[in-house]
T-cell receptor, first 118, second 113 residues
Framework: GAVVSQHPSRVICKSGTSVKIECRSL??????MFWYRQFPKQSLMLMAT?????????EQGVEKDKFLINHASLTLSTLTVTSAHPEDSSFYIC??????????????FGPGTRLTVL | AQSVTQPDIHITVSEGASLELRCNYS??????LFWYVQSPGQGLQLLLK??????LVQGIKGFEAEFKRSQSSFNLRKPSVHWSDAAEYFC???????????FGQGTELSVKP
């Protein structure tokens, strides 16, 4: 159990276009999911908390109009990078909390999406 | 301030040797502590976690970690390293169960044959 998937795994796009990344909890429901960004050889930086049925909560310094988050259902959150530029190229990872037995205590991570903006 | 420090950016050990990866945290409330492993281009896999109780926790792949409250540490250990253990290791701390995590900088482990 506790499998999180992401789609696509890799995406290359032209500067100025928008890209949507999906994060799904495959065998459990998640009212909250988290989106991280990771630069090469660096740690994960939390971008935002995705909340089912309400607006996402963004970390300080993250442009909410650029990184649109929609928690469409209890198993799906999407991150849309709008008007992407080369500096948005990065590895994006999502996570969802799950614990089993009614508990929600551990973050499980998706495999990540490599975004390259030309 | 809440933070996690992994003092070693890169560690190299010989296959079969023991391993200890250090993690120190600063957290204002009761910490929930995690170790994750990341292979290149992949997501993070949970190795083990500590919430309460026995301060020595066992994880997958033969890893264990010990919580020492007095030292604000949660070091990861393995008695005998395998070549497949080469990866990036992240220590993380969280508060409310299922809430957001604060990650350390990561330690890259290389394994010599």
């Amino acid at each position: 159990g506790a499998v999180v998937s992401q789609h696509p795994s890799r995406v290359i796009c032209k500067s100025g276009t928008s890209v949507k990344i999906e994060c799904r909890s495959l065998d459990f429901q998640a009212t909250t999911m988290f989106w991280y960004r990771q630069f090469p050889k660096q740690s994960l930086m939390l971008m935002a908390t995705s909340n089912e049925g309400s607006k996402a909560t963004y970390e300080q310094g993250v442009e909410k109009d650029k990184f649109l988050i929609n928690h469409a259902s209890l198993t799906l959150s999407t991150l849309t990078v709008t008007s992407a530029h080369p500096e948005d190229s990065s590895f994006y990872i999502c996570s969802a909390p799950y614990g089993g037995g009614g508990r929600v205590d551990t973050q499980y991570f998706g495999p990540g999406t490599r975004l390259t903006v030309l | 301030a809440q933070s996690v420090t992994q003092p070693d950016i890169h560690i190299t050990v010989s296959e079969g040797a023991s391993l200890e990866l250090r993690c120190n945290y600063s957290y204002g409330a009761t910490p929930y502590l995690f170790w994750y492993v990341q292979s290149p281009g992949q997501g993070l896999q949970l190795l083990l976690k500590y919430f309460s109780g026995d301060t020595l926790v066992q994880g997958i792949k033969g890893f264990e970690a010990e919580f020492k409250r007095s030292q604000s540490s949660f070091n990861l250990r393995k008695p005998s390293v395998h070549w497949s253990d080469a990866a990036e290791y992240f220590c993380a701390v969280g508060g409310n169960q299922g809430g957001k995590l604060i990650f350390g900088q990561g330690t890259e482990l290389s394994v010599k044959p």
